[in-house]
């Protein structure tokens, strides 16, 4: 099955009405979790985090189960703007100010490691996601300019040659607009189907000799003794050791790392297949791009030329009741040819942000683990951290304990007022945006 045709007779399942649900790959149902069950290693969470540190874990002879609440790719990795973008949230100039040079050249050598690996594993597992290369920062102001010129020659300094400063004539050849002065490139970077991406992890998981569990919720862990514990309301599973990965979809089922994370909600949607003549014109080189801005806007082709149109975000994690009305006035002032164009999908999905920005991974226990908190930023980040607590779990600590001994820095009010804050902050650099400053 190609990657635009529909699952018949039921095009969603339990997925939320998206175009990616709507073009997914075919996959089987997996079994719900009942009854009693052994594992050398637990994972909780069917997205990117956990798929690749099961495929890590597996890759090396760990006998994994998967625990998903709902289906693989429910939560972020299957609603995602499908971007590969190199690097955290965070920039690396942010982190050099908070953590110091050792800590920004650290990360400096990670900034690719979670393109390579999805790279790297399409091509082992054979994954058809519609991968394509390439993606553009744009940028509205010369400040937004001078800050992606900072960003190039911080990148290069840690051995990133992959991007390219472009002008208002060199973004006007990858995007049709005049809105923007400028951009960068990252000729590294891409793009792809990223639920499709997730099922594909999913069967190349299964084919290691992983088991996969979905619609089974996790309603409580035990990582008191030296065999963590996650139970389901029809089952249980005891492991060697556990990896909580649900991210902005684990909810409260944790109670330590409520406080860590704040669930993000932001919207996508997709217009009705353009002509060849229409993509063509609007990104005439098939690169994904985002803006500078704050509040970004983020926007690429799908593989049957529909432009897929993602921004804004609900601090808390609460779904914006009309995505078309929220996103359309965006799209149609960077691209007023589109006014007369439908909309065939539209849909809400969440985010874990971190209060730094920095994604967090550690222990609860000796034996338990986690990672979440990708701040936006989760497609190649989530790969990179399932890896690097797969390491750890395998014996090598080093990348781990870097990670694991940052600091961490709570949101003020906790979840009560959180995203009450984030919001007042979102508003006060929105205005900067507008104002150009």
Known sequence: MSAVESVSPNPFGAYPESYYAASRNAAPDRPVLIGEERADVTIIGGGYSGLSAGIALAEVGYKVALIESDRIGFGASGRNGGQIVNGLNAGLQAIEKRHGEDIAAFFGGLLQEGNRLIRERVEKYNIACDLKDGNVFSAFTGKQMNELAETEALWRKHGVRDLELLDREGIRAHVGTDSYVGGLIDHSGGHMHPLNLALGEAAALEELGGRVFEQSRVTSVDYSSARPVAKTKQGRIESDHMVICGNAYLDRTVPSLVPRILPVSTQMMATAPLSEDQAQALLPTDK??????????????????????????????????????????????????????????????????????????????????????????????????????????????????????????????????????????????????????
């Open 288 to 437: 994904c791009v985002e803006d500078c801005r704050y509040i970004l806007d983020y926007f690429r082709l799908s593989a049957d030329r529909r432009l897929l149109f993602g921004g804004g975000t609900v601090y808390g994690g609460h779904d914006v009741s009309d995505v078309i009305a929220k996103l359309r006035p965006n799209m149609l002032t960077l691209f007023p040819a589109l006014k007369d164009v439908a909309i065939d999908y539209a849909w809400n999905g969440n985010f874990a942000l971190s209060f730094t920005r920095i994604p967090q991974m550690g222990r609860l226990a000796p034996h338990t683990y986690f990672a979440h908190g990708y701040s936006g930023h989760g497609v190649t980040g989530s790969h990179l951290f399932g890896k690097i607590v797969a390491d750890a779990i395998n014996g090598d600590i080093a990348r781990f304990d870097v990670f694991a001994n940052l600091p961490w820095v709570p949101f003020p009010g906790g979840r009560t007022f959180g995203a009450t804050y984030s919001a007042i902050g979102s508003w006060y650099y929105g205005l900067r945006d507008r104002l150009g400053i």
